[in-house]
């Protein structure tokens, strides 16, 4: 597996490990069952980058060589097309967003569904850029 | 995407170079093995100069290394 790959990989368990739960809870909180606090969003997001670096360090230090290594085209097309396809997935969610200001949604349940598109958006990326490295391309 | 239109033999061409890996011949082009390997099994078309550096690296013009499918490019 390469170094892409692995990082892709990385990423994607993180986001399902990280951001799912959290979106249960936000879920509950939006049903009046429990309360997220405000400052929760940015500590998640905190924690999510540290262990991104944490995580990749860690695959770099166990292969290095190709940790250094540029991408090569094959990874480049493939990077472009699975964010492409994020693209489409962020742009539909920042266009639901506006549409959700025309009803009595507050700053939190708007930042909530922002952070949420792109989370989507995100695993979108990195799903279909593993998929796209296990078949060839 | 699946298979495509070019075929190519990277594959006789490295064991007839004494058996050569898809890893030296990686390091040589500058890609990783496996972007060699996907181009081996024909599911990835390298770009004209990656196809260009593979034929120099076997000292054998690139028509010898990639052929174009006619029949499977139509379907």
Redesign the interface.
């Known amino acids: 597996m390469?170094f892409?790959?692995k990082s892709a990989w990385i990423s994607l368990i993180l986001i399902v490990l990280v951001f799912g739960p959290y979106f249960g809870r936000v879920a509950l909180a939006l049903a009046g069952k429990t309360h997220v606090h405000a400052g929760t969003q940015f500590a998640l997001i905190t924690v999510f980058v540290l262990l991104e670096i944490v995580l990749h360090v860690a695959v770099a230090v166990r292969s290095p060589r190709?940790a250094r290594?540029a991408r090569?085209?094959?990874?480049d097309l493939i990077d472009l097309r699975a964010t492409r396809t994020a693209f489409y997935v962020l742009l539909a969610g920042v266009l639901i967003a506006i549409f959700t200001l025309h009803f009595p949604v507050n700053v939190w349940m708007l930042s909530q569904f922002v952070l949420f598109s792109a989370v989507v958006a995100q695993l979108m990326r990195f799903s279909n850029q593993i998929r796209l490295?296990r078949?060839?391309? | 995407m699946g298979r495509c239109a070019v075929r190519n033999v990277i594959r006789d061409l490295r064991l007839a170079r004494g058996e050569m890996t898809q890893q030296e011949l990686a390091d040589r082009i500058g890609v990783t093995r496996q972007t060699v390997n996907a181009i081996e099994l024909g599911k990835y078309s390298p770009s004209l100069e990656v196809a260009f550096q593979i034929a120099e690296v076997f000292g054998v013009p690139l028509e010898r290394v990639f052929q174009y499918e006619k029949a499977r490019a139509r379907r």
């Open positions: 390469s892409r790959e190709e290594a090569d085209e094959r990874e490295f078949r060839g391309w």
